[in-house]
């Protein structure tokens, strides 16, 4: 048997999730569905068939890259510390991603079968997944190109579907056989999804597929042109060394191959594809409807999550991060109340969120961007407060972690621990400080903070100066290799 | 001619502009409606008639005495710091309020006029207002109890109308003549509002009076019983030394008088009341409704207030205080976001807001009673963060200001100057403290930190301890005799 490796599909910004979702703090990155985040649901799904974390890849880009790794280093399995990083020089389609992930498994394991997965789906668990790996293992074995098939529970409109031909019982396990996928069919009318739901035939393409690393090339390279030059560029890619990888050749070559999805460039082209229909419950998670799932409605079909009350709504999602939100007699109605932003929006209109966020990037508004607590490899922080001489700052460090050792031209720092005990160098002095203690570092000096306990340390931090962005930081030294940006 | 005084009352919640209003921050404190609140517009209606202000009473209850003198002392005119407050033991209704003041004045000014105002209304100034007074003033002089009647715009059925009978020329200025008024009506059924509004011979009850404060409680006096104990009582207590006007003897003997409106006291039933017809825009800010007049609509009637962006809504309101509000294809709706509670409802229940406002009560929700910004007669100040060990507050001084010389039994403080520089004394000892400067006060420690500069101080504080309540301080010594709560 060959080994299971896994991509997981980790690229995107999740505008129609927005303001739950940030650009730096996509959907995938969401817990609110289950008790860990989409992604690590992701991981979770498909470690028990690879060989631990290090054979699972998170395929992303520069941009979300530290922003992924942070999160995913912040929960307690280490499984989901051990998972590498596939970073796209520039962002492509699924194509490139797979192409990218499929040249960097083949090149460690010749025979290797990758598992394709998305990173921001809902995916019910259990024994029919289990058997669904199980048969597609075997039938990519055979060289087969296997998609996971979600038996269809409505006509919906806005997937994609594949119908199942003939069954190929030799791969057959528990529940699941595969079958020839006889034609791939994307987001039909609404009368043509009727009939595929009543046919029994046609399953929602979930971007789940399973097949072996170098049958991805093989078959890019078979259909010649720009397809086959994606194969290229990514075999190219994988032969670097490590550094080399995301640096200016790589880009150069990388963006230069075309855009496309991997059902375009591969799965509608190729005549060894299968299909396992699977009875999962499955979701994509695409707009703020998805948020119906994370609390029972009441007798009214209202969901509500966070603190406050409602008064005669019906029909409507109020979710709340943190913030108390009231709600009288709203019908049909969604209300996302986060730290920073509020939307409010009729259900009808779930689908046009992505409106909303490309407005205010016009704007300039911070709140497309930046989540309100930003993740760092040691911890993380929340802005409180921010005026243009002074911003406050509540910062989180992990036990045994350490900040860079910087300095700022432009600000100075007062430090206040309320938790924890923090080890401040300041030019080169260390001082323990305690919680309830404070320690101030003038502007100009070169610092660093390391917690060297056995619990987290919190501290307040004031900043007072002149120019308080992020980019005043000079590093001297850092434990997670992070440049000056 | 007699010297006028003037009586604001202003001892209501606003229950119904919530989040806007708290229950200590009442609707009369909200500035959105013009350059200054609405208690400061007031007293400066009635300012140029008045001799200063110290001849304006605001009418209050305890609760909201401090609240009211901190707002009207933290505004620049001087005339705010010099008004008088006139504390009602218990809350009753507008009579005993009004017969309060009514003997207050009465006591110092055998021949006091009396206007009796709103804190929470909106109202025209201009010369026809000034007509009215000065009519008003004549009529109150020759014994009439005057009333300001508004012309009505609309049949509302939600006011209640006073009809005007025979003209009373021998009183007229300028634009304003008073008519005998024949008759109150209180909130008319629709087809009678439509009635009377075609008259033109009703107008709306907008609560401003204009009397002889003895002639107030002569009425009170000759309508015996329970009516006559109003004015015997506020009589009493009007008489008795400063001291004991809100003593257990003065709760007392108000606590047994009769909660009733001037209208059922007084108006109702003198054939002596007079009501001057005023073309004069007026609102009485019943309701989020009034919001509608804080911007100018947008051609689809859409009235935004604060951060953030709309598409594609229609005749809504959205006012936010400071945080980022998006709105997509939202109808006949107003959001209301401030920095710790939203508010979403369709305008058509913008009279049932009291109902989210009682079942938060219920809950115990602090956002209900507290202000975000919490105002101190030396300034004010405001939670950031806070949790069972450590708050963080922001905290402002008035040049010239000092909080009291205290000390804390359960936590210790540390203070950064962010703007001015502070005098800070520790167990005797005084320390400057400039911008950018730090200084700890242990716990227990005695101190006290004055603004001896010319700007403002603005400072950080961050409280850390085991229990963290407003009520654990001991006062040593206040320039504001305040006790220990």
Redesign the interface.
Known sequence: MSNVYAVILAGGSGQRFW?LSRELNPKQLLSMFGTESLIAQAVHRILPFAEGGSSIAIATNERLFDELRNHLTAQPDPALHAVRYIQEPLPKNTAPAIALAAATFAAQDPDAIMVVLPSDHLLEDGEVWADCIGAATSAAEDGYLVTIGISPTRPETGYGYIMAGAALPQFTQGTATPHVAARFVEKPELEIAEKYVASGDYFWNAGIFVMKASRVLEELDAAGGAEANIADVCRWIAAQPAENRNGAEARARFGEIVSISIDKAVMERSDRVAVIPAPLKWSDVGSLLALEDVAPADEHGVVRSG?G?D??SKNSI?Y?TD????????ED?I?V?TT???????K??AQ??R??VD??KE?G?P?VTQPKVSLRPWGNWMS??Q?S??Q?K?IDVKPGARLSLQKHHHR?E?W?V??GTALVTIDGVDTEVH??E?I?LPVGSVHRLANCGKVPVQF?E?Q?GEYLGEDDIVRFEDDYARDDK
Chains 1, 2 share one sequence.
């Open positions: 303001p603190r009350i008064i005669d109020v709340s913030r108390l939100v009231a709600t009288l007699g709203v109605m209300v109340d920073d932003a509020t939307l409010v929006l009729p009808s209109r046009d969120v409106m909303i407005a205010l704007q508004a709140e409180l407060l005026s001489s002074y406050i509540l100075s007062h206040i309320v938790s919680q309830n404070g101030f307040i004031v007072v």
